[in-house]
C-alpha cells in the first residue's frame, strides 16, 4: 500500500463547478498535511496547509479526519486557472515530506 | 531571494554517462530534498538532508544513485552509469525551521534528464 493515496483523475469540470479532492494516508504518527498545486511543466507550490480543525482560504477548504486518516481539498466556483494537478503531501517518520501520486484537475469554459 | 537554484535545466545524455545534478537550497534553509518525478510513479523522495547530513536515503534507487552536501549551500546528485529508466524531472526542495508542523517545502523549477 502506498502511504499517501490520492483519488484517481483526471477530474473535468465546468467553470463555476465546485470539486472534491481526497487523499488517505498510511502512517497514523503523521503530524503535519499539505496540499501543494503543479502546474503542467512546473514545480509543486504550496497551496494551503491543513489544520486539524479544518480551515479555509478563500474559495479552497481542507479538511483533516485523523481517525480515518483522511484529507479533502474542496474547490468552490472553479476558476480556469484552477486547473492543474493538486497534490496531497504527508510527513511521514523522521519529518520528510511524501507525496501523492496527484490528482489533475481541468477546469473547462 | 533567488529561491532554490537547480542546474542544469535540461540534460540528454547517454547511457553508461555519468550524469551531475546540482542544487543551491535557500540561504538559510536548513533541509534540502531531492526528488524525482515520473509520470508512472508521481513525486518520489529519494534523500534528504538536515543540517547537511544525510537522514533518510531509503528511497534512493540503487548504488548508482548518491548524493552529497558539502556544505549549507549546496548539493549534488549523482548518477553514475546513467540508464534511460532514470530518465525523469529531477527536483530539489529546501526547507527552513518551521514553528508549527514542518515548514513549507520551496521547490526548484528541476532538472529534466533524457537518457537515450
Known amino acids: 500500500r502506498k502511504e499517501v493515496e490520492q483519488d484517481p483523475g483526471p477530474f473535468n469540470v465546468p467553470e463555476g463547478a465546485t470539486v472534491a479532492f481526497n487523499c488517505t494516508y498510511s502512517?497514523?504518527?503523521?503530524?503535519?498535511f499539505f496540499w501543494y498545486r503543479q502546474d503542467c511543466r512546473k514545480e509543486p507550490k504550496l497551496l494551503m496547509s491543513v489544520y486539524s480543525s479544518g480551515n479555509e482560504d478563500g474559495r479552497f477548504t481542507a479538511q483533516l479526519n485523523r481517525a480515518s486518516q483522511y484529507i479533502s481539498l474542496l474547490i468552490r466556483d472553479s476558476k480556469l486557472s484552477d486547473s492543474a494537478t493538486y497534490l496531497c503531501v504527508v510527513t511521514g517518520q523522521g519529518g520528510k515530506l511524501i507525496f501523492g501520486q496527484g490528482t489533475e484537475l481541468s477546469v473547462k469554459p | 531571494d533567488a529561491g532554490v537554484i537547480q542546474s542544469p535545466r535540461h540534460e540528454v545524455t547517454e547511457m553508461g554517462q555519468e550524469v551531475t545534478l546540482r542544487c543551491k537550497p535557500i540561504?538559510?534553509?536548513?533541509?534540502l530534498f531531492w526528488y524525482r518525478q515520473t509520470m508512472m510513479r508521481g513525486l518520489e523522495l529519494l534523500i534528504y538532508?538536515?543540517?547537511?547530513?544525510?537522514?533518510?536515503d531509503s528511497g534512493m534507487p540503487e548504488d548508482r544513485f548518491s548524493a552529497k552536501m558539502p556544505n549549507a549551500s549546496f548539493s549534488t546528485l549523482k548518477i553514475q552509469p546513467s540508464e534511460p529508466r532514470d530518465s525523469a524531472v529531477y527536483f530539489c526542495?529546501?526547507?527552513?525551521?518551521?514553528?508549527?508542523?514542518?515548514?513549507?517545502?520551496?521547490f526548484g523549477e528541476g532538472s529534466r534528464l533524457t537518457v537515450l
Open positions: 540561504s538559510g534553509h536548513n533541509s
Open positions: 502512517n497514523s504518527a503523521s503530524q503535519s
Open positions: 538532508f538536515n543540517n547537511n547530513v544525510p537522514i533518510d
Open positions: 526542495a529546501s526547507r527552513g525551521t518551521s514553528g508549527r508542523g514542518s515548514g513549507e517545502l520551496f
